[in-house]
């Protein structure tokens, strides 16, 4: 593999795409000569400079990549892809990394399940992802852990972008459209057809070169500092243990409609019951029952199966195979002694801000200054309030400020509810007026 040249970011005086390094799966073929998108339309970027590489899926492959990653140079761009809507897990089902030098590899993790040795040589480099949130827990179950990370995404946001998806950024920036139809496909199948694998592909081909484009903006702003915590924030987030929710059976969809403690432990017996099988099957739980066929079951509450099958949801052939599946579930609800029946959750911090004017005037009166306080600095600085500072951090300090209102007690409070040095900086003379009583 050879260094390809840069992609160079398309600017407001070379819009016709002719001083653009193109690819050549992006340039016309020359009966399309007269079809060049001209005065700012994108090129369709349509296949790797490389071309489609098949997936690794055996050691002699995986340790060919390895030694080609080794030599590589610079940054390397990584994405994963998972099955979500289909399979129970979260985990990869297709991992896809280039690197200067090294080209573009498509990496299959069910035969290849422990990527160690590839994390060993690309470890120190800076690793670019997109959304990288998303995609850090299903590549540390691989062994592929950052040291140092671009998120493209996250950037784009700290530069004001309002349109922050790859495909977006990748038109505005660098000139180039991507086609995203196979985003939700079920990559947990086999084999992987060939429009499925270019599609992989072309999600890294670019993330280097946008992360120039970005990197360049963010500098050109002033806020490469913030985007270096940032990114050092995700680095240490992923190597925490997934937090594990508190009766995950709550966040059924719909569940505010189910009135009554009796009525939603018909909510959390179905939902166990459904969750068991879906595990079991490795399928996603929406696929073995949808959410609104337990809360039509919940609410109705049927005692036999002909009245079970007759509500919304209960109508495939799957579902009612596991007729007395449902039934039961709902007859261990009915049989549950009063005390064991639900009880509202302790909530944790600050009640709803709604709640705030009856509970306690003062604190939300310090919620709305400050407030104004986040939405006015991140205007003039151009990015979302939520990447100024997160909606829960604000609630919770005007919920409970120090004892004594400093700017020293208040970035003291910032810190301990994991704000950056950044956002302290930015925020602190204002927010602590803010929170001084009037």
Not at 46 to 63: C, F
Not at 122 to 142: G, M, R
Not at 201 to 228: F, M, N, P
């Amino acid at each position: 593999m050879t260094d390809e040249p840069p992609l160079r970011r398309r600017t407001a005086a070379s819009r016709t795409g002719n001083d653009i390094e193109t690819p050549p799966s992006a340039r016309p073929e020359p009966s399309d000569a007269g079809t060049e998108s001209t005065g700012g339309e994108s090129v369709p970027l349509t296949a790797p400079r490389e071309g489609t590489p098949e997936p690794v899926t055996v050691p002699e492959q995986l340790a060919e990549v390895v030694a080609r990653f080794a030599a590589g140079s610079g940054p390397v761009a990584l994405d994963a892809e998972r099955a979500s809507g289909y399979r129970y897990s979260q985990r990869a089902y297709l991992v896809q990394l280039r690197r200067s030098g090294a080209g573009t590899a498509l990496i299959d993790p069910l035969p290849l399940p422990d990527l160690s040795a590839l994390h060993a040589v690309i470890a120190d480099t800076e690793w670019v992802l997109h959304a990288a949130n998303q995609d850090l827990p299903c590549l540390a179950e691989l062994g592929l852990r950052p040291r140092r990370l671009f998120d493209t995404e996250l950037a784009a946001r700290l530069a004001g972008f309002e349109r922050v998806g790859l495909a977006a950024l990748t038109e505005q920036l660098l000139g180039y459209s991507l086609e995203k139809h196979h985003s939700a496909a079920d990559w947990s199948s086999r084999p992987l057809p060939e429009s499925w694998l270019t599609y992989a592909a072309l999600d890294v081909e670019l993330l280097t070169d946008l992360r120039d484009a970005l990197d360049a903006e963010l500098t050109r702003q002033g806020k490469s500092q913030w985007a270096e915590e940032e990114f050092a924030a995700l680095v240490q987030a992923g190597t925490r243990p997934p937090r594990v929710r508190a009766e995950p059976w709550r966040r059924t969809s719909g569940i505010h409609r189910v009135r009554g403690a009796r009525a939603q432990a018909r909510v959390r017996s179905l939902w166990y019951a459904r969750d068991q099988i879906a595990a079991r099957r490795d399928s996603a739980p929406g696929r073995v029952l949808p959410d609104s066929a337990i809360v039509a079951a919940a609410e109705l509450d049927p005692k036999d199966e002909k009245t079970l099958l007759t509500l919304p949801g209960f109508g495939g052939r799957s579902v009612r195979r596991l007729a007395r599946t449902w039934l039961a579930a709902l007859d261990d609800a009915r049989q549950l002694p009063d005390e064991d029946l639900p009880v509202a959750p302790t909530v944790e911090g600050p009640p709803p801000p709604h709640r705030w004017a009856e509970r306690d005037p003062a604190a939300a009166a310090r919620l709305a200054r400050s407030r104004e306080v986040v939405l006015r600095l991140a205007g003039e600085h151009n990015l979302p309030p939520e990447n100024l500072i997160s909606p829960d951090t604000v609630r919770r300090l005007a919920w409970q400020p120090p004892e004594e209102i400093t700017e020293a007690t208040v970035a003291d409070a910032l810190r301990a509810l994991h704000a950056r040095e950044w956002q302290i900086a930015l925020l602190l003379p204002a927010l602590t007026e803010a929170l001084l009583p009037t």
